[in-house]
């Protein structure tokens, strides 16, 4: 491929796998390998197909799709132009065609110079997890920084961002980028040395390498590597002289040019008990966080595992557990595997009111509820529940019999929404956001005080909780 600056090549072939996830195999196949990338210029992706039936019928049905895909991930407005090619053409170039993946990968000396047996041994090294893929992970506005910042580290390990640290709450994806640069790196580029490790692997062998008095050979071992990925670095704290080694490591790695990836649970200003000088370079490079998604994000995530699993679930059932499963991509993730394993056990499908029962009392449902959930709805609840409209709580009136509605309604919003205090006084008929806090801490208090009312707030909250968006 001879198009210098503008390849497009590994947004083609990303595209590619995308569109392959979401199609039926045959169909797939059908087209999909009769397609090859031929070439890119700016702007613009060159495709070449056995036929003109071919092409035509590509373009009717996949033009749109391919171009939005290509544009996405890409992140910029791409013209896709399609040829008939001959198939000499199509079998140099390195189209997604051909039966498995690999036969998407140009056929560069490197890769066909290391045997099978070889490329088996080197991704035993990585200890990478090769299910983890990009193709896998779903990106929503919670994570496309970090997932362009991945992808664009594994196309060109060690010249952009390094190092690079990945930060973000448990079960948000850090594991599945870090993991989704080592595949693709020993995927496309085989003769780059990749590891993965813990930062927990990292100490133990560390202190391993001690008492066996093979520190040099434990030095050696991470500092020959062209791309180091450490999981996890929270884990170091309090850690001193694991510190010191991989302090040591990074500078050597870091005067070497080599591609370095960490995560963590929070950002590194956060970590406790870590050395300033480590910290500063964990700092050094490009810093992306990963956010909780949200519920469009969820929904897709929901759909793109069932379709991984092969399995089917009601949109009622989806719906129900991306409004309330709203901590993490692992949760939802577990949440849907106990229904479809269930479904699988019992050869039937689940019905929305066994999924309820089998998922149980969600974490979501008692603590931190929907975002979707509107301030109107809220303040319609509490004031059906005490029989007084909404115009009411939102009005002036100062009688005991709103005011305490009205209480507990901000109470409410404040408790199970994100809406910051200003929005929720603004909702409430144009109040301060001190007003908002005075409540809050009002019915608080009042709950210490008073059990049948406690009783009556949290019969509103599980109610609210429980209201789908
Ligand atoms: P972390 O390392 O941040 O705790 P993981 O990477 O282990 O989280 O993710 C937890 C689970 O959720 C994994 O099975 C992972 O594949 C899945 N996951 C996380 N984020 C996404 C995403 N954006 N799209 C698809 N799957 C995801
Ligand atoms: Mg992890």
Known sequence: MSDGQHSYYEFWKETVSRIRQTLPEQEY????????????????????????????????????????????????????????????????????????????????????????????????ESNL??????????????????????????????????????????????????????????????????????????????????????????????????????????????????QEELFHTFNNLYDAKKQMVFTCDRPISELKNITDRLSSRFERGL????????????????????????????????????????????????????????????????SFEKAKELLGVLPALAANASQTLSIDTIIKVVGQYFNISSFEIKGKKKNKSIVQPRQIAMYLARDITDFSTTEIGTEFGGRDHTTVMHSYDRVESMMKADEAFTNTVLKLKRDLTTIKS
């Open 29 to 124: 196949h059908t087209w999909f390998n009769r397609l090859s990338y031929l070439r890119s210029e700016k702007g613009k992706v060159v495709v070449g197909g056995a036929s003109q039936f071919i092409l035509d019928t590509v373009i009717t049905r996949y033009r749109e799709l391919l171009v939005n895909t290509l544009s996405e991930l890409t992140g910029e407005e791409l013209v896709v132009q399609f040829e008939v090619a001959s198939r000499d053409e199509l079998e140099q170039q390195s189209g997604p065609g051909k039966e498995a993946k690999e036969a998407s990968v140009p056929k560069s000396e490197a890769k066909q110079a290391i045997s099978a047996q070889k490329s088996a041994k080197i991704r035993a």
């Open 287 to 350: 810093n992306v966080d990963l956010q909780p998604p949200n519920y469009e994000t969820r929904m897709a995530i929901l759909k793109k595992k069932l379709s991984q699993k092969s399995a089917s679930m009601s949109e009622e059932i989806l719906n129900y557990i991306a409004t309330n499963v709203v901590t993490n991509v692992r949760d939802l993730e577990s949440s849907l595997t106990k229904l479809v394993a269930y479904s699988e056990l019992l050869d039937q499908e689940v």
């Open 129 to 242: 997890n090769s299910s983890y893929e990009f193709s896998s992970f779903v990106i929503g506005d919670n994570s496309a920084f970090a997932y362009n910042a991945s992808l664009a580290i594994a196309k060109n390990p060690g010249s952009s961002y390094n190092p690079c640290l990945i930060y973000g709450g448990v079960g948000l994806g850090k594991t599945h980028l870090l993991s989704s640069i080592g595949n693709h790196i020993l995927e496309n580029t085989p003769e780059l040395k990749v590891m993965y490790v813990t930062a927990e692997m990292f100490t133990n062998e560390f202190i391993e390498s001690i008492g066996s008095q093979r520190t040099q050979h434990f030095k050696n071992k991470f500092r020959k590597v062209d791309v180091l990925l450490i999981d996890d670095i929270h884990f170091l704290q309090g850690k001193d002289s694991t």
